[in-house]
């Protein structure tokens, strides 16, 4: 199974600032990783797919890069919205696994 | 506006035998693969099952094969997720999730969840 590894686990960030979350993966997922956000007591939320596609009505304040092992979610100005945990996941072999998630808290 | 709508948690036994449906709306559901994910409390996200448009491939994580069958019936546009010899470990909200499916720049298929419900909270417990 294709491990899914985030850091870091808590990033405090001011609002306005960048946030940049990382996602390693144990082998080459090629560019099948999706990035999902989720606020408490709520289901999680397509933000990204195929590493680097927005997914429908997602600010472009949301950027994704990577391939390959490596990839990394970008939030360019965070709003208050954007207090979160993050999680990536690989669609690229069965079984579908996810990271642990990232943190996202105000400083 | 797609929906995704679960029921059929609650209390249940160690080894008891709940059954989750997930009704689905807004879209058209036998066109869509379904899957089955799970979160323990204050945890992370665990795939759990997933199934094809017509029933014909199936997926299990390891951690409930042999126990949980995923199954579908595209007339009532409904998922389910039959659950057998339950365990303390599998105390968990339950999500019904879509998938969509693309071919990338290679051709190749893929899929990804791009719909969530609300979950279900299935705690086993004595």
């Known amino acids: 199974e294709i491990v899914m590894t985030q850091s870091p686990a808590t990033l405090s960030v001011s609002p306005g600032e960048r946030a940049t979350l990382s996602c390693r993966a144990s082998q080459s997922v090629s560019s099948n990783v999706v990035w999902y956000q989720q606020k408490p007591g709520q289901a999680p939320r397509l933000l990204m797919y195929?590493?680097?596609t927005r997914a429908t009505g997602i600010p472009a304040r949301f950027s994704g890069s990577g391939s390959g092992t490596e990839f990394t979610l970008t939030i360019s100005s965070l709003q208050s919205e954007d207090f979160a945990v993050y999680y990536c996941?690989?669609?690229?072999?069965?079984?579908?696994?996810f990271g642990q998630g990232t943190k996202v808290e105000i400083k | 506006e797609v929906q995704l709508v679960e029921s059929g948690g609650g209390l249940v036994q160690p080894g008891g035998s709940p059954r989750l449906s997930c009704a689905a709306s807004?879209?058209?559901?036998?066109?869509?693969?379904m899957n089955w994910v799970r979160q323990a409390p204050g945890k992370g996200l665990e795939w759990v099952s997933y199934i094809t448009t017509s029933s014909s491939t199936i997926y299990y994580a390891d951690s409930v094969k042999g126990r949980f069958t995923i199954s579908r019936d595209n007339a009532k546009n409904s998922l389910y997720l039959q659950m057998d010899s339950l365990r303390a470990e599998d105390t968990a909200v339950y999500y019904c999730?879509?998938?969509?499916?693309?071919?990338?720049?290679?051709?190749?298929?893929?899929?990804?969840?791009?719909?969530w419900g609300q979950g279900a909270l299935v705690t086993v417990s004595s």
């Open positions: 195929g590493a680097s």
């Open positions: 996941q690989q669609y690229s072999n069965w079984p579908r696994t």
């Open positions: 807004g879209f058209t559901f036998s066109s869509y693969n």
């Open positions: 999730a879509r998938e969509m499916n693309y071919y990338d720049s290679s051709g190749s298929y893929w899929g990804y969840i791009d719909y």
